[in-house]
């Protein structure tokens, strides 16, 4: 009796989560996240920065000290409405041999020397936010009404174009954010060149978005190429500061082809990028003369009968200017190969069934390429040195979890900021010659005292019977093995992405512990197709998008079944994006097994999604009709039997209206019965507090129908 009391007194002091305190627009939810520290490189020196202060940071024992305060700033620029710093997170310490400060407001960029308590420099962009500055230059590159600006460093303005438009697009991002861009310019080592894209799309089709929120509607369309239609056209242009001129590479027809990117030698002579065709299977690394633009030559190229997905530039080895890396999955893993400035492969330095995910950069003393890579395991990030001559590696954490890392200038030292299932967050400063470590941080969990669900993670065979898949499953805090729950499938199984992963929680969404807090079981599989698992693992769903994944979905259906205390008669599914397609995808192929599901901006023809990353999956409609036949839902809107809600994005520019439009006109044409929800003025994703909104209505659909 006395343990009864004792249990039941505890369990009355812990709390029970709300969407305001799990979801990101909650007003709680930065309260519910693991603490974290905000670090800058000054060379090799490490700065800890906050709201109100910079702290230097020991090296050996991560001691810290006050290097300067906010107040100070502020006082040393004689701040007013117009120079005032709010807060010092963002400060950056862009010169290793000057104690010079990077600083931000609301009008200006300015560099203080914070041992001379003065200004040295800042920009003269008046209400314009910088859009792409460089340290030694101190030229900023920007857009503004279209079209595109330097100012150099003595505040003189530079026009680099007078067509800009809604249909001629300069400095932006191009071929809509694939293959690795996410920028329009790119500056050459020295700052007195820079690279920059020139997008005609004037020949694309639009899409008729519609603003709302007038008394009158207006229209607001949205160039939007779609799979096997008319693409845009780019080329690139390289403005160069000490004669103030401009030429374009001369690459050729730019029509049907993608450039991506973009590298500079060392000593800012020479252009590199990769050059896709459309049918994105045939790649090769050309350079170009950055004072003419003519084509040098041909350095590297990869064909595949499936495609080739460039992702990252070449990186220059800092100690050799005559080499170079390259990152390609030729051999079925994405992995690191040595170059020489001809581009042919000296040897290839990483080898084995698993990828390198990424390049933090190099460490100079050591001659080494520090990476992030899942060799320990599939579902792991570590970090590792590779040495360049031998092509050993060495790993530089714990060997567990999930690991970020921050090189500094030179790579003597790293920051290693990491998850594990059951660590909510560690930071450590560490050596890359030595691997010793300095803790810097140890999260609490900031869950403590809140009731939390029980994260379990495991493998089952894929459908092929052969290829293993991670999963994750989230079960009530109170979970009895004797009493029958209802259960959420939870899929996105797209490509670029993964839901698995060893980090806190097993990687788990905060929705899950909402769902599990109200009786659910979740459940999370990656299906073959997505990401970090291999060229064959990725490449599996080719011209047939949804048929592999959902074959692969169902396996785990068969694997909740064998398990006593899955409900079988109130299985759920939920997804968003791809996961949107797959939610429906999985409900009108198999009818019989899911009661409920919850579809966000769901693709339902690929006919609608646009070209580079349709065509490169799915190829053309006309080439592949087959394929586009199999995957699309209209046709199987007929099947539809239990109760589906669909969720988008009036003015979703990514999953076009026109694909939940369409499948709603199909099922009244079927007779079939879904319900629908839009979120008026937002895109792909809901923003702020409306995604709370979102969060309440999934959830109360799966109350009101399979619980």
Same mark, same amino acid.
């Given at each position: 009796?006395?343990?009864?009391?004792?249990?039941? %007194?505890?369990? /009355?002091?812990?709390?029970?989560?709300?969407?305001?305190?799990?979801?990101?627009?909650?007003?709680?939810?930065?309260?519910?996240?693991?603490?974290?520290?905000?670090?800058?490189?000054?060379?090799?020196?490490?700065?800890?920065?906050?709201?109100?202060?910079?702290?230097?940071?020991?090296?050996?024992?991560?001691?810290?000290?006050?290097?300067?305060?906010?107040?100070?700033?502020?006082?040393?620029?004689?701040?007013?409405?117009?120079?005032?710093?709010?807060?010092?997170?963002?400060?950056?310490?862009?010169?290793?041999?000057?104690?010079?400060?990077?600083?931000?407001?609301?009008? /200006?960029?300015?560099?203080?020397?914070?041992?001379?308590?003065?200004?040295?420099?800042?920009?003269?962009?008046?209400?314009?936010?910088?859009?792409?500055?460089?340290?030694?230059?101190?030229?900023?590159?920007?857009?503004?009404?279209?079209?595109?600006?330097?100012?150099?460093?003595?505040?003189?303005?530079?026009?680099?174009?007078?067509?800009?438009?809604?249909?001629?697009?300069?400095?932006? %991002?191009?071929?809509?954010?694939?293959?690795?861009?996410?920028?329009?310019?790119?500056?050459?080592?020295?700052?007195?060149?820079? $690279?920059?894209?020139?997008?005609?799309?004037?020949?694309?089709?639009?899409?008729?978005?519609?603003?709302?929120?007038?008394?009158?509607?207006?229209?607001?369309?949205?160039?939007?190429?779609?799979?096997?239609?008319?693409?845009?056209?780019?080329?690139?242009?390289?403005?160069?500061?000490?004669?103030?001129?401009?030429?374009?590479?001369?690459?050729?027809?730019?029509?049907?082809?993608?450039?991506?990117?973009?590298?500079?030698?060392?000593?800012?002579?020479?252009?590199?990028?990769?050059?896709?065709?459309?049918?994105?299977?045939?790649?090769?690394?050309?350079?170009?003369?950055?004072?003419?633009?003519?084509?040098?030559?041909?350095?590297?190229?990869?064909?595949?009968?499936?495609?080739?997905?460039?992702?990252?530039?070449?990186?220059?080895?800092?100690?050799?200017?005559?080499?170079?890396?390259?990152?390609?999955?030729?051999?079925?893993?994405?992995?690191?190969?040595?170059?020489?400035?001809?581009?042919?492969?000296?040897?290839?330095?990483?080898?084995?069934?698993?990828?390198?995910?990424?390049?933090?950069?190099?460490?100079?003393?050591?001659?080494?390429?520090?990476?992030?890579?899942?060799?320990?395991?599939?579902?792991?990030?570590?970090?590792?040195?590779?040495?360049?001559?031998?092509?050993?590696?060495?790993?530089?954490?714990?060997?567990?979890?999930?690991?970020?890392?921050?090189? %500094?200038?030179?790579?003597?030292?790293?920051?290693?900021?990491?998850?594990?299932?059951?660590?909510?967050?560690?930071?450590?400063?560490? /050596? $890359?010659?030595?691997?010793?470590?300095?803790?810097?941080?140890?999260?609490?969990?900031?869950?403590?005292?809140?009731?939390?669900?029980?994260?379990?993670?495991?493998?089952?065979?894929?459908?092929?019977?052969?290829?293993?898949?991670?999963?994750?499953?989230?079960?009530?805090?109170?979970?009895?093995?004797?009493?029958?729950?209802?259960?959420?499938?939870?899929?996105?199984?797209?490509?670029?992405?993964?839901?698995?992963?060893?980090?806190?929680?097993?990687?788990?969404?905060?929705?899950?512990?909402?769902?599990?807090?109200?009786?659910?079981?979740?459940?999370?599989?990656?299906?073959?197709?997505?990401?970090?698992?291999?060229?064959?693992?990725?490449?599996?769903?080719?011209?047939?998008?949804?048929?592999?994944?959902?074959?692969?979905?169902?396996?785990?259906?068969?694997?909740?079944? %064998?398990?006593?205390?899955?409900?079988?008669?109130?299985?759920?599914?939920?997804?968003?994006?791809?996961?949107?397609?797959?939610?429906?995808?999985?409900?009108?192929?198999?009818?019989?097994?899911?009661?409920?599901?919850? /579809?966000?901006?769901?693709?339902?023809?690929?006919?609608?999604?646009?070209?580079?990353?349709?065509?490169?999956?799915?190829?053309?409609?006309?080439?592949?009709?087959?394929?586009?036949?199999?995957?699309?839902?209209?046709?199987?809107?007929?099947?539809?039997?239990?109760?589906?809600?669909?969720?988008?994005?009036?003015?979703?520019?990514?999953?076009?209206?026109?694909?939940?439009?369409?499948?709603?006109?199909?099922?009244?044409?079927?007779?079939?019965?879904?319900?629908?929800?839009?979120?008026?003025?937002?895109?792909?994703?809901?923003?702020?507090?409306?995604?709370?909104?979102?969060?309440?209505?999934?959830?109360?659909?799966?109350?009101?129908?399979?619980?």
């Amino acid at each position: 009796m006395l343990f009864t009391a004792v249990t039941l %007194s505890m369990s /009355a002091q812990e709390k029970f989560f709300t969407l305001e305190d799990l979801n990101y627009g909650g007003n709680n939810y930065r309260n519910l996240q693991p603490k974290n520290k905000w670090y800058a490189w000054w060379g090799d020196q490490l700065i800890r920065t906050d709201v109100e202060e910079c702290y230097l940071v020991d090296a050996k024992n991560g001691k810290e000290t006050s290097l300067f305060t906010l107040e100070e700033v502020n006082r040393w620029i004689k701040s007013d409405d117009d120079k005032f710093v709010r807060h010092l997170y963002n400060a950056t310490f862009p010169y290793a041999d000057k104690p010079i400060v990077a600083l931000g407001n609301r009008h /200006a960029f300015i560099l203080v020397d914070f041992k001379k308590h003065e200004i040295v420099w800042q920009d003269s962009i008046s209400g314009q936010t910088a859009n792409d500055w460089h340290p030694l230059s101190r030229a900023t590159a920007y857009v503004d009404e279209h079209q595109l600006f330097i100012v150099d460093s003595e505040g003189k303005k530079h026009q680099l174009s007078t067509d800009g438009s809604r249909e001629i697009v300069y400095g932006e %991002s191009v071929h809509r954010n694939e293959f690795g861009i996410n920028k329009g310019t790119f500056w050459s080592p020295d700052g007195q060149r820079l $690279a920059f894209y020139r997008m005609d799309q004037s020949m694309v089709a639009d899409y008729p978005q519609v603003d709302i929120f007038p008394r009158e509607a207006t229209y607001e369309p949205d160039k939007y190429p779609m799979a096997g239609m008319t693409s845009h056209k780019v080329t690139i242009g390289v403005y160069d500061l000490k004669n103030d001129k401009t030429i374009y590479l001369k690459a050729g027809d730019p029509t049907d082809r993608y450039f991506t990117n973009i590298a500079w030698s060392p000593d800012a002579k020479t252009i590199y990028m990769f050059e896709l065709n459309r049918d994105q299977n045939d790649c090769r690394l050309v350079s170009y003369d950055a004072t003419t633009g003519e084509r040098i030559k041909e350095l590297y190229r990869e064909t595949c009968e499936k495609y080739v997905e460039p992702l990252h530039p070449i990186q220059f080895l800092p100690w050799d200017a005559t080499k170079f890396i390259i990152q390609s999955q030729r051999d079925g893993y994405n992995h690191l190969y040595l170059c020489n400035k001809d581009g042919e492969i000296l040897k290839q330095l990483t080898k084995g069934q698993w990828v390198v995910e990424e390049v933090l950069g190099f460490n100079q003393k050591g001659k080494s390429i520090i990476i992030a890579s899942n060799e320990a395991n599939a579902i792991q990030r570590n970090i590792y040195s590779v040495d360049v001559k031998t092509g050993k590696r060495t790993l530089l954490d714990n060997g567990r979890g999930s690991h970020r890392g921050e090189l %500094s200038e030179s790579g003597s030292y790293l920051i290693d900021r990491y998850t594990e299932p059951d660590v909510p967050r560690n930071i450590d400063l560490v /050596a $890359a010659a030595t691997g010793k470590t300095t803790r810097l941080l140890t999260a609490e969990d900031p869950w403590k005292g809140y009731v939390q669900p029980l994260f379990e993670s495991g493998t089952i065979k894929a459908a092929d019977g052969q290829t293993d898949l991670y999963w994750r499953m989230v079960k009530p805090n109170d979970f009895d093995a004797t009493k029958k729950y209802p259960t959420i499938v939870y899929v996105y199984g797209g490509p670029h992405a993964h839901n698995v992963e060893a980090a806190w929680h097993w990687y788990s969404r905060s929705w899950e512990t909402y769902m599990a807090q109200k009786g659910y079981i979740i459940f999370i599989l990656d299906n073959r197709g997505s990401e970090n698992r291999g060229r064959d693992f990725e490449q599996a769903t080719f011209r047939q998008l949804g048929q592999v994944e959902t074959q692969d979905q169902m396996q785990g259906v068969a694997y909740l079944k %064998s398990l006593p205390y899955v409900d079988t008669n109130r299985l759920g599914v939920h997804g968003w994006s791809f996961g949107g397609f797959m939610t429906i995808s999985l409900m009108v192929t198999y009818p019989d097994v899911f009661k409920v599901g919850v /579809a966000g901006g769901p693709v339902i023809d690929w006919k609608w999604y646009e070209v580079m990353y349709g065509e490169r999956y799915m190829d053309t409609p006309e080439s592949n009709p087959e394929g586009y036949a199999k995957s699309s839902l209209i046709d199987k809107a007929k099947n539809l039997k239990g109760k589906l809600q669909i969720i988008t994005g009036y003015n979703d520019n990514t999953v076009v209206p026109q694909h939940c439009l369409s499948f709603l006109d199909a099922c009244i044409k079927a007779g079939t019965q879904p319900d629908f929800f839009a979120y008026p003025g937002e895109e792909h994703n809901m923003r702020g507090h409306a995604s709370v909104h979102l969060h309440e209505r999934i959830t109360q659909y799966f109350e009101d129908y399979l619980k």
